[in-house]
């Protein structure tokens, strides 16, 4: 059975820092992965989605790898900034694309 | 703009009267699909369906009914609604190549 893990699980950190958040998975037969950015009591913004046969994708200050083979995807955020707060969210498409999550990372960037 | 849309985006109840949230996408999406999300036990898929009038439980979809007779809107219906259904609510469509667009959630609690 598919386990997504986020590690780590609450990141702080001063703005202006280049930081990256980790997912790892235990089954390499994915279809795909997405990345989401969730505030506090809102919805799911989908940020990169990186299909099984690429490995990488970028969005600005945002850049998402994955390595299928050792199970892992890194988002990383460029000179993040105070708007960067939120909590990211890591989902793999398995089968019919359905998403197995990860319990996120909560990110605190400190003006 | 592509969006989905979730109504209501809070909602107040007691327990066993019947209520419905409403999730219409403007896409052309044929899969949608809901999800609960609680502390500590992330997201957790309720139905899904692949398509018009197809649809099939999640991991969790006791309590729960959906229909999807038309391909743009798929409401939750809980027809006995109770306290351990308080929960906060998402819906969601996808392409074909799995990305997925989720709504704006619905807070619901039932006292």
């Known amino acids: 059975k598919q386990e997504v893990t986020q590690i780590p699980a609450a990141l702080s950190v001063p703005e202006g820092e280049n930081l990256v958040l980790n997912c790892s998975f235990t089954?390499?037969?994915?279809?795909?992965l997405q990345w989401f950015r969730q505030d506090p009591g809102k919805g799911l913004t989908s940020l990169l989605l990186?299909?099984?046969s690429q490995r990488e994708q970028t969005s600005g200050r945002l850049n998402a790898s994955l390595d299928k083979s050792s199970g892992r995807s890194t988002l990383y955020i460029a000179a993040s900034q105070p708007g960067d707060s939120a909590t990211y969210l890591c989902?793999?498409?398995?089968?019919?694309?359905?998403?197995?999550w990860g319990a996120g990372t909560k990110l605190i960037i400190k003006p | 703009e592509a969006q989905v849309t979730q109504n209501p985006r809070y909602l107040i109840t007691v327990t066993g009267k019947k209520l419905t949230v409403t999730c219409s996408q403007n896409?052309?999406?044929?899969?949608m699909s809901w999800y609960r999300q609680d502390p500590g036990l992330g997201l957790r898929q309720i139905y899904y369906?692949?398509?018009?009038?197809?649809?099939d439980k999640g991991d969790v979809p006791e309590g729960y009914k959906v229909s999807r007779k038309e391909k743009r809107n798929f409401p939750l219906i809980l027809e006995s609604p109770s306290p351990n259904q308080t929960s906060l609510y998402f819906c969601?469509?996808?392409?074909?190549?799995?990305?997925?667009?989720f709504g704006s959630g619905t807070r619901l609690t039932v006292v």
């Open positions: 969601a469509s996808r392409t074909g190549q799995g990305a997925y667009t």
């Open positions: 896409m052309n999406h044929e899969y």
């Open positions: 369906s692949m398509n018009v009038e197809v649809t």
């Open positions: 089954d390499s037969a994915i279809y795909n």
């Open positions: 990186i299909q099984s």
């Open positions: 989902a793999v498409g398995g089968s019919n694309y359905q998403l197995i």
